[in-house]
């Protein structure tokens, strides 16, 4: 894989990335939103795509997940050409979104948030709703990723916890065969022991081979997470830089767009 | 009750103790934990059963021949027009919607089968289709121009409120009344079945809720799933059989089983099936719960939206053509009155959520038995329209203050 602008800092190139977005151009009316973006996941990768407010990440989030596609550049995935130009092309390539809202049903449980869309049916297409079978895949998934707190599947999601709610969303990505998970701010409005519970979810994605791509503005959990962190600002790539505490300092300079080191004070107030 | 498979979507609060949230000790909640969930409307069918109770002991008290097997049968024909349009009103209200012309439309699909019946002479069936096919029609249009024009159901729906109340005037022309007497149609409220063919009905019932529950049952064992709690199981049965057989040894005291509660449960059965069971009843209630959402999950919103309005105003004619084979005839106030407001509080007292995404379809015929009642217990007592409009909107406000506060004490337990 050529890679285009290497400005990987020491982190070795494993083959052939999952994902791999090359010169990626947005623009909304005279804004210039993305210019000239490289972003690229492998599997079994959790890569945080981080940086400040209107760095553009929402805007490559939407690229990916056919949202908002791309005005020009190149995206490649298992290193084959493609055109993502709908959700819907996404989620053909086995991307699938987690928003930040989650999109679930609050008076569905989670069986039926999980199948939402994609019902398992008794004898055949036009079959009656197979909820016997629905409930014990989702059962068999749940256990296999130890989410915690959702033994009782027949519940409410609109009874559960911000974190439990994050879990129940995330699995629902992982229904439909994903192979590339896109996860915004899935940490944002949880608490400790929560967001404790869904960075433990996002690493057993990684084990089973998925990409992920991780946006967030929370540093400690990014680094705590994730593999790689490729930083925007201004909607340009600002670096990517492995997820090693000791380089914390230069992460946030590139968010910043401050060179050298900040003051302990202005990084706390970076890292918000 | 639910006598069916309670499928996955279940959304409304459970009547029965959720199977899965057992957890070792308590198989079945005591009774400060029933009292609990009844409180926080969890027990919704119970609370609709409770209240009707209370309507039945003070009218029962009120009036000695309220309690009567003439006076129940006459009740069973009265509430089969109403909780027929209920079952269409709880669809829309299930998508968070509402329909203010099932009243009208009712009225207008009657005169259309009373013209084609008594004026051209059309044979009972057709005639009766022709109602149907109206309804349809109007619920396709209805639903079009919500969905694709995007305006509020409530707007649109209140225009068919005033348009189909015309069209009705223009159907029944210079007239003013059809009187109804082709037999096809009479027959339709007006037939009673002998006993025997009444305890038939009653044990067929019975063995198809009793086999389907251990059919359930024994998949949901074979599949490694917990079963419900057997207690829990067999008190529902139980609950179900009694009801069955109780309602047809009434009706049998007296002229025998109506084919218009026939008609209205078989509907109720049916519409509860087609919500629980299918993929497109999971999808109504998704989108009641987050149509975003469910758009987002690939759902065609739009189309499922227009096929509830036209499954509601079907209903809603047949309802029309059940009312209009009770009283022999349709006149200018056909579908009109405090039909459309009764049509809408009967469910909104059986616990089905104005906000959507809550609630069974035996609301329709829970809530018509409720409204059904109040109405047939005052005019026993030969109470003045006055009394009779303000007590019934007392019951509907009661009702759903109730549900409000359910919501509220839900929402201090952090459940939503």
Redesign the interface.
Same mark, same amino acid.
């Given at each position: 894989m050529r890679e285009g602008g290497d400005r990987l800092s020491g982190v070795p190139d494993h083959g052939t990335p999952l994902l791999a977005l090359r010169g990626i151009e947005k623009r909304f009316g005279a804004v210039n939103a993305l210019a000239g973006v490289d972003f690229d996941v492998r599997a079994g990768e959790v890569v945080a795509l981080a940086g400040d407010n209107g760095a553009g990440k929402s805007t490559l989030v939407n690229v990916i997940t056919g949202v908002g596609p791309a005005d020009a550049g190149d995206v490649a995935f298992d290193g084959e050409p493609v055109r993502i130009g709908t959700?819907?092309d996404a989620?053909a390539l086995g991307i699938a979104a987690v928003y930040q809202d989650?999109?679930?049903?609050?008076?569905?449980?989670v069986?039926?948030n999980l199948f939402?869309?994609?019902?398992a049916?008794r004898g055949g297409r036009r079959g009656?709703?197979d909820?016997?079978?629905?409930?014990?895949r989702a059962?068999t998934l749940l256990a296999s990723l130890s989410i915690g707190g959702l033994?009782?599947?027949?519940?409410?999601v609109?009874?559960m916890s911000g974190g439990q709610r994050q879990s129940v969303a995330i699995t629902r990505a992982l229904l439909g065969e994903a192979r590339l998970v896109v996860l915004d701010e899935p940490t944002a409005a949880l608490g400790v022991v929560q967001t404790e519970q869904v960075l433990a979810l996002v690493r057993r994605l990684r084990d089973r081979e998925l990409g992920v791509v991780l946006v967030s503005h929370n540093l400690a959990d990014v680094f705590a997470v994730a593999d790689r962190i490729t930083v925007l600002r201004l909607g340009r790539n600002a670096g990517t830089f492995p997820a090693d505490a000791a380089r914390r300092s230069e992460v946030v300079a590139a968010i910043t767009g401050v060179s050298g080191d900040l003051t302990p004070a202005a990084a706390r107030e970076v890292r918000g | 009750m639910s006598t069916l /498979?309670r499928?996955?979507? @279940?959304?409304e609060p459970a009547d029965v103790p959720?199977?899965? /949230?057992v957890d070792a000790p308590a198989a079945v909640p005591g009774p400060r934990e029933a009292l609990r969930r009844l409180a926080q409307g969890e027990l919704g069918s119970l609370r609709v059963l409770i209240v009707l109770a209370i309507v039945w002991i003070v009218f029962a008290i009120a009036h000695d021949r309220f309690l009567t097997a003439v006076n129940l049968t006459n009740l069973a024909l009265q509430i089969a027009a109403v909780g027929t349009i209920s079952i269409g009103v709880v669809l829309v209200l299930l998508l968070g919607e509402i329909d203010l012309s099932v009243g009208a439309v009712s009225g207008l699909a009657a005169a259309v089968m009373a013209s084609l019946s008594a004026k051209a002479g059309w044979p009972a069936v057709p005639a009766i289709l022709a109602a149907l096919g109206t309804g349809a029609a109007i619920g396709l249009f209805q639903g079009t121009v919500t969905t694709r024009l995007e305006i509020p159901s409530f707007v649109v729906t209140l225009a068919g409120l005033l348009g189909w109340q015309g069209a009705l005037l223009a159907v029944l022309g210079t007239t003013g009344t059809v009187n109804l007497t082709a037999p096809g149609i009479v027959d339709l409220a007006n037939t009673f079945y002998s006993d025997a063919v009444g305890w038939i009905v009653a044990g067929l019932a019975v063995a198809a809720i009793v086999g389907g529950a251990l059919l359930n049952r024994r998949? @949901?064992t074979r599949?490694?799933?917990r079963p419900e709690p057997l207690a829990a199981l067999v008190l529902r049965l139980v609950a179900a059989t009694v009801a069955i057989v109780g309602a047809v040894a009434i009706l049998n005291a007296d002229r025998g089983v109506p084919l218009a509660l026939l008609i209205l449960v078989g509907l109720v059965v049916l519409v509860d099936a087609l919500t629980t069971?299918?993929?497109f009843g @999971?999808h109504i209630?998704?989108v009641?719960?987050?149509a /975003?959402?469910?758009r987002?999950?690939?759902?065609n919103v739009a189309t499922l939206r227009t096929m509830v309005f036209v499954l509601a105003s079907t209903l809603a004619a047949a309802g029309g053509v059940l009312e209009a084979s009770r009283l022999l005839a349709v006149n200018q106030s056909s579908g009109g009155g405090d039909l459309l407001l009764l049509a809408i509080a009967g469910p909104v007292i059986a616990g089905v959520s104005l906000f959507?995404? @809550?609630g069974r379809v035996w609301a329709a015929l829970l809530g018509a038995l409720v409204i059904g009642s109040i109405s047939n217990g005052m005019d026993l007592l030969a109470l003045a329209s006055s009394v009779k409009f303000m007590v019934t909107g007392g019951v509907l406000l009661a009702a759903v203050a109730l549900d409000a506060l359910a919501r509220k004490r839900r929402r201090a337990h952090?459940?939503?």
């Open positions: 959700p819907h989620a989650l999109a679930l049903c609050d008076n569905l449980d069986v039926a939402l869309g994609q019902e049916r009656p709703l909820g016997v079978a629905m409930e014990q059962g033994d009782d599947v027949r519940r409410e609109g009874t | /498979e499928g996955p979507a @279940r959304s959720r199977p899965l /949230e998949r @949901r599949a490694g799933l069971r299918t993929v @999971r209630y998704a009641g719960g987050n /975003e959402a469910t987002r999950a690939g759902v959507g995404g @809550r952090g459940r939503i």
